[in-house]
């Protein structure tokens, strides 16, 4: 059973940063990619950055260039350094482990960005 655990949201200033964190229950190089989406009220759910099992990354236009997706394989867990925050990227923010036939998603962790 694979649980997500995520980190590290609040409240923050835009312009200002937060760097979220996810705990995996088990080797985080085994999915076919690790990804973070969002979801805003009264929105889908969105990919906001994924990292493939290789290492290649893939972002949504709207944080490419401000948000970075990376992984430490030792300690099983994912982050995503976000910059330059706007109130448009107010949201939960969600783990998620793909492994392609199934996916297993964290409880996620709410950024609020105030104007």
């Known amino acids: 059973q694979v649980q997500l655990v995520e980190s590290g949201g609040g409240l923050v200033q835009a312009g200002g940063s937060l760097r979220l964190s996810c705990a995996s229950s088990v080797n985080i190089s085994s999915p076919k990619a690790m990804a973070w989406h969002r979801q805003a009220p009264g929105k889908k759910r969105d990919l906001v950055a994924l990292i493939r099992r290789g290492g290649g990354t893939d972002y949504a236009d709207s944080v490419q260039g401000r948000f970075t997706i990376s992984n430490d394989n030792v300690n099983n867990m994912l982050y995503l350094q976000m910059n330059s925050l706007k109130p448009e990227d107010t949201a939960i923010y969600y783990c998620?482990?793909?492994?392609?036939?199934?996916?297993?998603w964290g409880q996620g962790t709410r950024v609020t960005v105030s104007s």
């Open positions: 998620l482990a793909d492994y392609g036939v199934e996916g297993y």
